[in-house]
């Protein structure tokens, strides 16, 4: 296990992310970035270890067709409908399912802590908004 593993399963274990509630109002990520970016990387890893076990869905949008590790499924965010506009990277998209429709972006990553304390604020806030 190496120091980036470990403490990405430090911050997830410390700043779990809710469980959607209500099927009825499911919610969806979509992270927009490219392979060969360290922050996209960085929030992807942040995503994987936290949005799991919380039961949400998340997308992986790639702007140079290639999958950002450690998701290995992909789209090519160029065609996407909801991802193919956004141009800065990272970009993560909170998606209400049912209407597509997007009720809440996050812009970047600095850290795995403040990245998913960031993501569970979100969450709080579509949850009392009827999202989730």
């Not at 972006?105 to 802590?113: D, K, L, M, P, V």
Request: charged share 15%; aromatic share 8%.
């Amino acid at each position: 296990m190496n120091r980036r593993t470990l403490i990405l399963g430090a911050a997830a274990a410390l700043a779990p992310l809710p469980a959607v509630a209500d099927p009825s109002a499911p919610v969806g990520l979509i992270l927009v970035g490219a392979s060969w970016c360290p922050f996209c990387k960085g929030a992807a890893q942040a995503l994987h270890a936290a949005a799991g076990p919380a039961g949400l869905p998340v997308l992986v949008a790639s702007h140079d067709g290639r999958p950002i590790p450690p998701f290995e499924e992909f789209v090519d965010a160029r065609g996407h409908p909801l991802a193919a506009g956004v141009r800065q990277w990272p970009t993560l998209l909170f998606v209400h399912l049912p209407s597509q429709r997007i009720f809440a972006t996050i812009e970047g990553f600095r850290n795995a802590r403040a990245y998913l304390g960031q993501v569970r604020a979100t969450l709080a806030a579509a949850r009392e908004a009827g999202y989730a």
